[in-house]
């Protein structure tokens, strides 16, 4: 299951979690529609993460603040400090490689 942020509070308490995949995106993107199946996947594969979206149109401050500047943008989180980030549409086993080495860090 996919994690929202509903509020700047919402998204402070989610990212503090052990670890956090948080997918910056907007409703009107092509390629962060196309990646929300493999989010949601990848939500029942990796164990130990939580998966989260913050949409960029209703939470400008908080894309502001991470210097987002294109959708889709990942950031994975370890107890609240973000520690990789990557853009664009990925497929499953790219993803999941991505959260290995983020893991790993």
Known sequence: M??????????KKIVEEPAVLMDFF???????????????????????VTVAQCDIDKFPEIAAAFKVQSVPTLFFFKNGTPVAATAGFQPEPQLMQFIQQAQAK
Not at 4 to 9: A, K
Not at 26 to 47: D, N, Q
């Open 2 to 11: 996919i994690k929202q942020v509903e509020s700047v509070e919402s998204f």
């Open 26 to 48: 907007a409703t009107w993107c092509g390629p962060c529609k196309m990646l929300h199946p493999v989010l949601e996947s990848v939500s029942e594969k990796a164990e130990g």
